[in-house]
């Protein structure tokens, strides 16, 4: 028995007879019948009832006429979903976002995503540092992530999306929020809040270098491991923060957000993911992101 036969039993069952059967199936009528005779014969029922003037199915044929529909159709739909897994349009994927970027980006870029792959399933995970979704891309509890790219390495495959500035977070009432700008060294003598050092933050290296840089010893009082926490901080009075311009998104009553000027520093914001993973639905997601710049 195979799918040829039940497609010749459907033609048949639908026309109740063999000579238009034969004709709607491109076929001479002869083989035809004789297909219906095996497979009969395979299942040990007969399946019409013939006479020389009409043709009727059976209680057995319509109760197969039944199944085999099924049988047909969800051949179909496994032949559908195969193509489109092929062509990237189906899956799951998980997206880790790091948090000076989740407030600004993962809003368009969802909406995006749904647009252009509605039969892929997004899962977001934001507020992720950098050495936090590396050890997740490892791991697979990730399968991409847009972050502030670490130290080379060659297990990850890396496409550079844009540059952020840097600009100053502060406290509204504290005295460098009356300038236009901030320099690096305007913040000497300043409480810091700043991402953890202890998960080998990429943002708190890149603060602390800056701030040296321009011969200031940063006095750090905070770390945190979250965007939201660290402006929620600056909020409190707690201290000043140096962070990516997208974190300015995040606006709570009791921050202001300066341009860091002399000097003016941007960072890097990437797209990564294991570069032994070549899916075809997480290949279009990386294409979709890096269109979306």
């Known amino acids: 028995m195979d799918l040829r036969q039940l497609r010749y039993f459907v033609a048949v069952a639908e026309e109740l007879h063999f000579g238009r059967a034969a004709e709607r199936l491109h ?10 005779r095996q497979l009969e014969g395979r299942l040990g029922v007969a399946l019409f009832q013939r006479t020389t003037r009409r043709v009727e199915l059976t209680d057995a044929g319509r109760a197969y006429l039944d199944r085999v529909r099924v049988i047909l159709a969800e051949v179909e739909e496994a032949a559908d979903h195969a193509r489109r897994v092929a062509a990237g349009a189906v899956g799951h994927l998980t997206l880790g976002c790091v948090g000076s970027a989740t407030y600004s980006l993962l809003p368009t870029l969802s909406r995006r995503l749904a647009a252009e792959l509605p039969g892929i399933d997004f899962t977001f995970r934001g507020e992720m540092l950098a050495p936090d979704q590396v050890e997740a891309l490892h791991s697979g509890a990730i399968d991409v992530a847009l972050l502030r790219p670490p130290a080379a390495d060659p297990s990850l495959t890396v496409h550079t999306l844009r540059r952020d500035r840097l600009v100053a977070a502060l406290p509204a009432e504290h005295p460098l929020a009356a300038k236009n700008r901030v320099r690096a060294a305007d913040l000497a003598g300043a409480d810091l809040i700043t991402y953890s050092a202890g998960r080998h933050s990429v943002m708190h290296e890149v603060v602390l270098g800056l701030m040296r840089d321009a011969g200031v010893e940063p006095r750090v009082r905070h770390e945190v491991g979250e965007t939201s926490t660290l402006i ?29 000027v002399q000097p003016t520093v941007s960072i890097e914001l990437a797209v990564a993911h294991r570069a032994d993973r070549d899916e075809p639905h997480l290949a279009r997601t990386v294409q979709v992101i890096r269109r979306l710049f």
């Open 27 to 36: 076929m001479a009528q002869p083989p035809l019948s004789q297909a219906i």
């Open 232 to 260: 929620t901080l600056v909020a409190g009075g707690l201290g000043a923060a140096v962070v990516p311009e997208p974190v300015t998104a995040l606006a709570l009553d009791g921050v202001v957000y300066r341009p860091l």
